[in-house]
């Protein structure tokens, strides 16, 4: 079935950057419909959607975020990689990647359904 | 302050029904994107609990349904069970944002 897995660092100083790599299993970013989000979770808060890049790369980015954001996939490895610059406390949460579960023509329709188990980033010096 | 808007929590006995709201507006809901909704137990990851306004995914019980109506979409809880205690989440795409939004979240305690 299909898996996914977040690594990267789970301690981050302000104003570094960030990058994590989601690792999938069971399915490829090579094939038609195909795509991967990031979604994060501060702690005690709610989920906020982040970036999502599609098998035709096409990639979207949550507009009050952009400017820090960068997705990119390795198709041959099978992961994706999500790059947020210039760390703030404040982004401290657990930050997750998730399969794109495509229902119509229209991407704005589109669903997660299968997440990873999320990795806990912390921002502090 | 999220686009989707949720009750912070909703309760109910075991074997009640109970349902969850979620508001957006014109530019989200209201302009006919879907509204999937997710379970998410505590210290897990989100679970998708009903995609396209009212369909589940295999495995999820028929006590889970889903509806939406202008620019408001609910999830209907019927049967509530103890395992049911979670926070819920709706999420649509929002036009003016260009971008998929997600609710506030909703608590869901069995009494």
């Known amino acids: 079935q299909i898996t996914l897995k977040e690594s990267g660092p789970t301690l981050v100083k302000p104003t570094q950057t960030l990058t994590l790599t989601c690792t999938f299993s069971e399915f490829s970013l090579s094939t038609s419909g195909v795509g991967v989000g990031w979604i994060r979770q501060p702690p005690g808060k709610a989920l906020e959607w982040l970036a999502l890049?599609?098998?035709?790369?096409?990639?979207r980015y949550s507009p009050s975020l952009k400017s820090r954001l960068t997705i990119t996939k390795d198709t041959s490895k099978n992961q994706v990689v999500l790059t947020m610059t210039n760390m703030d406390p404040v982004d401290t949460a657990t930050y997750y990647c998730?399969?794109?579960?495509?229902?119509?023509?229209?991407?704005?329709?589109?669903?997660?359904?299968?997440w990873g188990q999320g990795t806990m980033v912390t921002v502090s010096s | 302050q999220s686009v989707l808007t949720q009750p912070p929590s909703v309760s109910g006995a075991p074997g009640q029904r109970v349902t969850i709201s979620c508001t957006g507006s014109?530019?989200?809901?209201?302009?006919?994107?879907?509204v999937h909704w997710y379970q998410q137990l505590p210290g897990t990851a989100p679970k998708l609990l009903i995609y396209g306004n009212s369909n589940r995914p295999s495995g999820v019980p028929d006590r889970f349904s889903g509806s939406k109506s202008g620019t408001s979409a609910s999830l209907a809880i019927t049967g509530l069970q103890a395992e049911d205690e979670a926070d819920y989440y709706c999420?649509?795409?929002?036009?003016?944002?260009?971008?998929?939004?997600f609710g506030g979240g909703t608590k869901l305690t069995v009494l």
């Open positions: 890049i599609y098998w035709d790369d096409d990639k």
């Open positions: 999420q649509s795409y929002d036009s003016s944002l260009s971008g998929w939004v």
């Open positions: 014109s530019t989200n809901i209201g302009a006919g994107y879907d």
């Open positions: 998730a399969h794109r579960l495509g229902i119509t023509v229209v991407r704005g329709d589109d669903a997660f359904d299968i």
